[in-house]
């Protein structure tokens, strides 16, 4: 017998999910506050230029995110940032295409998963799922799928295993290896190996310094608070080699107490050494006038500002650009200094009426980027000539300013010798002015090498690669 279902009333039945069993739509992911605070801060640097020591904390502080989850933003943006190009070499052995026709923010969320999969212990699963979702937000399902592709690959290999295959024959070019192993542009690899001499051994002990994430280092306001007031009461160390330095090993210090009353500023060690060097000369005659040639954002200016009240001096302070000098006086506020907005190859300050000037040049800024993340990608080996000009134009104005048998004292975080033996050399030939033993002023620090000038090294004295020369302009 043959049995017929009755017909439903109001037509034939329509196609459909079973009764009791109808699919929601699918919902957005979840995605991590923190990994979100990094990708957007990757996105700043990428389309805007932007720094990103500047960026995260505010997004951090913004969005109230805290303790392990602050970490970890930390670790995942400056991570990424400064690992890029090895991250970059990773990601296109990986690609079916060309990094260069991956969308920008695919590219982005690539280079987050790839330092999660070999700079981190954070599982392999959870590096790619966190990645793929946030790609399929920023972009669709398409592109969640490719990245899913490529970090599958990615997490075939560690870090090693990777460098292995695609870095060039260390025997070959050693530079080259070093410089993919360290997330370095051959380019500054190579400036720090002629810094060095050619040391090999050395060379990778300084890139690796250089790849690794800094502590926190501050400045003890002179005439204020101790160093060691100040290490008691942010839990930090005293520093080393600098009276006013005290380190941490990380944290926000815009959340120190001592930081906010203008007690303490945040001033890598090899800034505040290479500062109070210069107040060390012994003069004869006056020492009351000092001047900051180039003062923004005002870190050293705060620190001579002090030295030089405790003596009941003062001190001029020249910033080309308005910002720049606003920031000027904010740190040195309550002290004796008077900031001037102009261009210090041309001020208009009086001749030879200065007992003590600090030329902080500007300059390419290899010595500090494992301060700023980005800088090594950013900076191209052409930007060397125009800053070297400006460096000599500024130097030499500063022979002008400074007064008969006074010190100028010339900096730039940089070890490439363009920028420091280059300008120092050509100075004191043009100039006849006296080149001083700087060695002798930077008591207690051990590796200065033969002199005269010094060149200060993370992996040797665990501060940014500062280089100082001082100079005494002749007796008339």
Request: proline letters at 7%; one cysteine or more; charged letters at 25%.
């Amino acid at each position: 017998m043959t049995f017929h279902q009755p017909r439903r009333r109001g037509g034939p039945k329509k196609s459909g999910p079973p009764r009791g069993r109808t699919e929601a739509p699918r919902r957005p992911p979840e995605l991590d506050p923190a990994r979100v605070a990094a990708l957007e801060t990757l996105r700043a640097v990428r389309e805007r230029d932007a720094y990103a020591n500047l960026v995260l904390p505010k997004l951090l502080r913004e969005r109230k995110i805290t303790g392990r989850d602050a970490a970890l933003a930390t670790e995942l943006g400056y991570g990424t940032s400064r690992a890029q190009g090895l991250l970059d070499a990773v990601l296109a052995a990986c690609a079916d295409r060309p990094l260069s026709e991956v969308d920008g923010r695919v590219l982005d969320v690539l280079r987050l998963g790839a330092y999660q999969l070999l700079r981190t212990r954070i599982p392999a699963h959870a590096a790619v799922a966190s990645s793929v979702d946030m790609v399929r937000v920023e972009a669709g399902g398409g592109a969640g799928g490719f990245a899913n592709a490529v970090l599958r690959k990615v997490a075939q290999q560690d870090e090693q295993a990777w460098v292995e295959q695609l870095a060039p024959p260390a025997d070959t070019d050693p530079i080259g290896n070093l410089a993919l192993r360290t997330a370095h542009p051959k380019w500054i690899a190579q400036s720090f190996a002629d810094a060095l001499g050619g040391a090999r051994a050395e060379l990778a002990d300084a890139l690796a310094a250089d790849d690794a994430r800094p502590g926190v280092h501050l400045l003890a306001r002179p005439g204020e608070i101790s160093a060691d007031e100040l290490a008691a009461i942010t839990g930090g160390d005293v520093a080393p080699y600098s009276p006013y330095g005290v380190h941490l090993e990380s944290g926000d210090p815009g959340e120190l107490d001592p930081v906010r009353q203008h007690l303490a500023a945040v001033q890598d060690e090899g800034s505040q050494l290479v500062a109070v060097a210069l107040s060390r000369v012994p003069l004869t005659g006056s020492d009351q006038r000092w001047l900051d040639l180039c003062a923004g954002p005002g870190g050293k200016a705060n620190l001579l500002g002090s030295l030089v009240a405790i003596e009941g001096g003062t001190l001029d302070a020249v910033e080309q650009a308005e910002h720049r000098a606003k920031l000027v006086r904010q740190a040195t506020e309550g002290l004796p200094v008077t900031v001037h907005v102009g261009d210090g190859r041309d001020s208009g300050l009086p001749e030879g009426s200065f007992d003590r000037v600090l030329v902080d040049a500007p300059c390419t800024g290899l010595g500090a980027l494992r301060r700023r993340p980005e800088a090594r990608w950013r900076r191209k080996p052409e930007d060397v000539g125009g800053l070297t000009k400006i460096q000599r134009e500024l130097l030499r104005a500063a022979m002008t300013l400074v007064r008969p048998g006074g010190v100028v004292g010339y900096v730039v975080c940089s070890p490439h010798l363009s920028e420091t033996v280059g300008i120092a050399v050509d100075t004191a030939r043009r100039s006849k002015a006296e080149v001083l033993d700087a060695r002798e002023y930077f008591p207690g620090v051990p590796d200065l090498g033969d002199g005269p000038y010094v060149q200060l090294w993370p992996h040797r004295h665990g501060t940014d690669a500062m280089f100082c020369a001082l100079f005494r302009r002749p007796e008339e």
